[in-house]
C-alpha cells in the first residue's frame, strides 16, 4: 500500500477492483465503512456479485482479465473530460517529458519488438535528451511527443463503444464508474484503488496495477490522505517477505539479483545505481551502493572487507534473462533437472496453476523436505488418488512447523506498519518455527564443510551465522550496526551498536544492515519500535487517522508515501482539510515527508517528490516494464474472442508459457472451451485451505468445493443447484458442486454471450471428500515481468454428472 | 437494566466470525455438513450452532443484485414466551436472567418431554430453540451469559470487525440504534427496526424482513 489501512476512511470514492476485500481482508471494512459513513462513494468492479459488491453503492460486473480496457476507458474518459489535475500532472509526473523518435507504437506493438525471443529492446522507449544529458520537457505540453499527449493518443482508441464490447460491462456501468471516481481529480478530493491477487494474477498482471498508476497520477490521488494505489496484502505476510526478498530476483531491500555479467561489487554497483541529470532531483537510488555494501555486511560481517569486495564473490549469479521462479523450477523438476527441494510455507500441489503437471513433476525428486503444520497436497503428494505409492522413489521428510501463534516475531502489514507480535503458546510435540529447523541445518552443514571440506565451503562457512535462533537478535541484524565506532550528530555510537537510521548506512564498510528499509526500527534510543502501542498524535495527525507512535513504518516511519506530492510548489496542501504535511516556519509538519528538503518553489535546495524515480517524476510513461511503457489491452492467454478492438495482437507478444505435455492451451474461442473460469478464495479458508481445511469449525462453514455460475449457463446446461458437476479445461478436469445464483450473469462480449463461472482453489484431496485441486484447471501462462501465472482468467467447460468420486 | 445487542446488517459482510467464534467459546463440535448449493452452511440452526448467518438474494425494482446477511440467533425477547410455556411444564426450564435479561435454558430443561420441549421451541416468534435428541436440552443462545456476568462483551459482538454488531445498556442501544437508522434511511429509504419495542437483539434492515428470513420478524 502506498498509504495503510486507516486511510481509507480519509477516501471520497473507493475504487476495489481486482479484489474482494470484504471476504479476503474483512478488517479493510472497518475502514471502508468509515469513509461511507462519510459519504464516500463504493464501488465494485469485479466478474462475480460478491460479499464486498453487498457492501458497496454498486456492483459493476466484468469479464475477466479485461482489466486494462476498462482502465484504459477511464484513462481516455479523464483527458476527454479534462478531468486530471493540470499542476500535479504537469509537475510531479514526466507528462511533459518528450519521447525520442525510437519510441512507436503500432497495431499493438512497440518499437523495438524481437517476434522470435517475444522480448523488447527497450532502448527504444526513451526520451529526448538534452546536451546536459537531462530529458527534454515541454511544460506547455504542445509538443505532440510529449508524454501527455503520447499517452492521450495511445488511449483514444478506448473508447466507450470499443471497451464496452470487450469487457462485457454497459457503456451506463463504465461512465458511472468514471464520473464518480474521475470526480477525484480535484485539490480537495481523494479516491483511493484498492486491489489484490485479482489484478496480479494475469499474464498482464504488471501492467494492470501501471494502468491504475496512470488514473491515480492524473487525478492527483497518490501522496494524499484517502489516496493511493493499496495492494491488499495480509497474514501470509506478502509486504514483510517481498521487502525481504523472498523471491528469485531481488536481494533484501529492492536490489536486483547480482548477474554473472557483474562479476565484481563495483560491477554491480555501477550497474545498479542510476545518474540523474535534473539538478532538482533527489534520485534515492543513488545511495544504494550504501545498502548493498551494508547488506553484504550484515551477512558477512567482519568477513567482508574491502579487500575481497566485501564478500560479495560469494553470492550466487544468475543468469542475464534466465528466470528462477517456481513456475520454472517445476518445469526443470519435470525434465529430471532437479532431485530434491525444501518446500515451506507454501502448498504448490495444490495452489499452483496447472496442477496435474505440478504433482507429476515433484515425482522426479528424490527427495523432499516439507515444513508444514498438517499434511498438505504436497507433502502427500507421493500417495495422492491415481498414484501408486509403491512405484514413488521420492523420500519425503514433513518437518512439523510452529502455527503462527506458537513462535514470536514480526509481520509488516499492508501499510508496511512492523508490528511486533509475541508467542501466546509453545508449539505443540515435536513442532519448530521454520528458523528453529534452519538454524541447525545449516550449522550441521557448515559444522560437516568444517570436517569433511567440499566444493566452495565460504558462502557458508563465512556467513555471520548464529548457533541458537533468536528473533529479537535477527530484527535487529536487520535494523543494522555499526561495524566501527561512529560519530552521528555529535554521538558516538560504538561498534556494535545500532545504527539510528539509514541515512547513516555507509558503502565503506563501517554499517551493516540486512535490510535498509528497516534501518531505525530498533534503536539505542527506543528500542523495538514494532512493540510502540503508543496513540499520541498532533492535531494534523488527529485529522486523517496518523499514529506515528503506533509501531513503525517503513521508510523512516513515513506513513503515507509520495507524500510531497500531497503539496503544491510552496509546501502547501492541496487539502488543507486532510493535509499529510506541511511546510511551516522552514520546515515540514504531519506525516515523515519524503525526504528533508524545502518544497519545491526553492529553485536550490527543492527536490521533485517522487524521489525513488531517477528523474523525480511519476512515470505516466514507464520504460522499465518489459511488456511495454504505457498499460495495452491483450486477452487472457486463453481467450473466449478471436479479436479484440484495440488491435491485431490478441495475447500479449511477451507473456511466458511452457510447452511440455501437460502445458497444452485452449485456441482462441475455441468451442470446446467456451466459458471463462475465474478462481478465488474466501473468508473461510486461507489461501489453499492447508490450514483451514483442518480446523473442523471452518469447514463446516465452507465444507465442499464448488462452482458459481449464472442460472442462464445452469438452464443451457441442464444444472440445477446442487447438482454434482465436472469442469473441464485442456489440461485437467475437476468435480465440484453447482452453486447457481444471480450473483453471476453472462457478458455480451463482441456481440456474443459469454459465461463466466468462478471457482474457489482451497480444497484438496487431503481432506476427505471435500473435493480437489481446482488447479487443474488453470493455465500455465505468466506475466513476464512477475511470472506470476493466470489463475485468474482461463476457458473451460461444464457438464452435470451424475457419479462423483472427488466429492461426498 | 437490560442488556441489549444492535445488529446493523447494513454493515455486514457476512465474515461469520461471530458464527465460528459463537461456536469456538460454548465449545461445541463441528457439524458434518455438505456443500448444497449455497454459502448459508450450517443450513439452519442445531444444537451445535447457536448463531448463524443467513444469506438471501434477490434481485430489486432496477433489476440490481441484492445480497442480504442476517446473522440470525435469539432475540432474547423483553416478554419471552418460551419461558411462559416452559414453566407450565416444567417451573425453571428456561428462565430470564433479571440483570442483563438474557433468556437462557437451565439443567431443569432435560427434565421436559420431548412433546413440551417442541412446543417450546414451536411457540417461539423466531423460530429460535434447537431440540438436542442426545441431551434432551433445548439449545440456543445465552448471550454469553459467562462473559457478560464477567463484564465482558459477547462473544459475537467482540470478533465482529465491521461495528455491525453493539452490546450494551438498552437505553444506550436504542439511541445508537436510532442513529444508525437516520444513517442507513440515506442510503436505504426502507431501512427500519425490526421489532424494537420487544426484543433484546435489535436488527437493522435495509430492507422489507422477507428479502432477509422468513422468521427474521414477527408478524
Redesign the interface.
Known sequence: MTNHWIDIKNSDAILIMGSNA??HH??S??WI?RAK?AGAALMHVDPK?S?????C???VPIRSGTDIAFLGGMINYIINSESWFKDYVINYTNASFVLAESYGFEDGLFSGYDAATRTYDRSKWAFEWDSQGAPVRDFSLQNPRCVFNVMAKHYSRYTLENVSAITGVSPENLMKVYEIFCATGKPNKAGTILYAIGWTQHTVGVQNIRASALIQLLLGNIGVAGGGINALRGEPNVQGSTDHALLYHALPGYHNLPLAQWQTLGDYQKANTPVTHIANSANWWSNRPKYVTSLLKGWFGDAATPENDFCYGLLPKGEKGADYSYMYAMDRMLEGKMRGGFIFGVNPMNSFPNTNKMRAALDHLDWLVVGELHNSETSDNWRRPQSDPAKQKTEVFLLPSAHRVEKEGTISNSGRWLQWFDKAIEPAGQARNFADMYVPLINKIRELYRTEGGTFPEPLLKLNWTEKYDAGEWARRINGFFCKDTEVNGKVYKRGQLVPSFVNLKEDGSTSSLNWLYTGSWTEEEGNKAKRRDTTQTPMQAKIGLYPNWSWCWPVNRRILYNRASVDMNGKPWNPEKAVIEWKEGKWVGDVPDGPWPPMADKEKGRLPFIMHTDGSAQLFGPGRLDGPFPEHYEPAETPVAKHPFSKQLTSPCYKFHTSKFDAFAQPADPKFPIVLTTYSM??HWCGGGETRNV???????????VEMSHELAKEKGIS???GVLIESARGAVEA???????LRPFTVMGKTVHLIGMPFAYGWTTPNCGDSTNRLTVTAYDPNTTIPETKACCVNIRKIDTLTE?A | MPKTFLIDTTRCTACRGCQVACKEWHDLPANQTKQRGSHQNPPDLNPYNYKIVRFHEHLDENNNVVWNFFPDQCRHCLTPICVDIATMAVPGALVQDEQSGAVLVTEKCATLSPADAKAVADACPYNIPRYDEKTHMLTKCDMCIDRVSAGMQPMCVKTCPTGAMAFGERKEMLALAQQRLEQAKKRYPKAHLVDPEDVSVLYLLAEEAEHYYKHAAFG
Open positions: 470484504a471476504e474483512p478488517v471494512f472497518k465503512m459513513d456479485f460479499r464486498t459488491s453487498a457492501r453503492d454498486f456492483h473468508t473461510e473442523p469449525n471452518l469447514l463446516e462453514a465452507e465444507p465442499q468445493l464448488y443447484n446442487g447438482d458442486i453447482a452453486m447457481v445464483t444471480i450473483r466429492i
